[in-house]
């Protein structure tokens, strides 16, 4: 709650605007990881996906722009030393994203098809 300021009163549905970043080792790929609510009495953050023990957990924040950005920046990387140009696309995405972009998931559409 220390890190969220303003955005700790808005308990759970602020969180998630801020998912975690999850790395299994030191050298690991990270995966993010929505948090979908808080159980206050426990102390407990329920997520959408698992956590290893021992995983190296890190606050994220970001903006609904950075998040459409992104969406180009893996069309990029995914069409990359390609002599043809790809017929299909499959672009799969989250309720976190659904959440907390609303009627701007389709942006992230036009990002890809920009690409």
């Known amino acids: 709650k220390k890190y969220l300021g303003d955005k700790a009163n808005e308990l759970p549905k602020s969180a998630l ?25 426990q102390n407990t953050m329920i997520l959408a996906g698992d956590v290893p023990e021992g995983s190296i957990v890190q606050l994220m924040m970001s903006t609904v722009d950075d998040i459409a950005e992104g969406a180009s920046i893996a069309a990029k990387y995914a069409t990359k030393n390609r002599e043809k140009r790809p017929e299909l696309a499959l672009l799969v995405s989250c309720i976190g994203r659904k959440l907390v972009m609303d009627q701007r998931t389709e942006e992230e559409v036009e990002e890809v098809l920009d690409v």
């Open 17 to 41: 605007l801020y998912p975690l970043s999850v790395k299994t080792s030191e050298n690991a790929q990270p995966i993010v990881r929505t948090i979908l609510n808080i159980d206050e009495d």
